[in-house]
């Protein structure tokens, strides 16, 4: 065999072993902590507080199209194209269906229940950070909810980026897989909290940090801020340079803004982040907009 020949074989062995990797469904194991269900006693209450931190309603409710709250079908525009969020009611078009464990697994690892490959327009690249039991908490609230069907719109997303599959090899490239946040010791409990419901539940990094040509988070320059966030709308910097407004905040001016959207200027929040108050923020506990407000401010002199 010559080597043209050799070189030839060895690229279509390894093209056709990459095709067949990428249609292999994706059914990551699971590992939920003995003895912790979406059933037990007190997740419902957990997670109705924790669906408002993660900002559930906000992105799964096309308010202003006549939607049902939770029951999907809002339209976000990027780059790559229109994605609509889905029904996550119990219904069979919802979650109905999902166990614990296709549960975790799509909020964690962006793993559908059939094992198609999900969109990081579902910010798991921040819930991935959530622990266990508050993933499961938010199903045990959903599951609660009244039934809606709503079958899921069609995504509107032009080739190649509307095969699934190659989301798999996106994130080989820029998704580390579940990594629960752990406690910082050498921070108090409000800061570590803060941390916590910042870069994950509240998945803040993923409308404030800009994006690269592939649409990952550069992570190098977090909550710096997005010139193309969420519909191609500018989002201002939370730390850096450019965060001159937001810079001269104390922690008591944030957790105020959090609560009421009422900026130190007597402004008004504006916008997605108009939503993200009304809807989730100024439902939180004054200790956990506190905290939120803590760490961020720590961060300023990063």
Known sequence: MTPLRLVFLVALVAGAALFAWLLLPSRTEVRIPPGVSSA????????????????????????????????????????????YSPNITPDQTGIGRWSDEDFV??????????????????PYTSYSKMTIED???IKAHLVTLRPVSAPRKENDVSFPFSWRALTKGWKLLFFDGPKPLADDPAHDATWNRGRYLVEALGHCAECHT??????????????????????????????????????SWSV???????????????DSAQGPMAEVIEDGAKHLSDEDRRAIATYLKSLDSK
């Open 252 to 266: 008591d001016q944030v957790a105020e803004y959090l609560k009421s959207g009422t900026k130190p200027d007597f």
């Open 40 to 83: 037990n006693g007190g997740m419902m209450e957990r997670g109705a507080y924790v669906v408002r931190a993660a900002g559930c309603v906000s992105c799964h409710w096309d308010k202003k199209n006549g939607g049902l709250p939770f029951a999907g079908g809002l339209a976000f525009a990027t780059p790559f194209g229109t994605f």
């Open 105 to 122: 697994r799509a909020l964690t690892l962006g793993e559908g229940i059939h094992g198609e490959e999900l969109y990081p327009a579902l």
């Open 135 to 137: 993933a499961l908490a």
């Open 210 to 247: 800009p994006r690269n040509i592939f649409g990952a988070r550069v992570d190098s320059q977090a909550l710096q801020g997005n010139p193309k966030g969420p519909d191609g709308a500018k989002v201002p910097a939370l730390v850096g340079p450019a965060a001159k407004d937001f810079a």
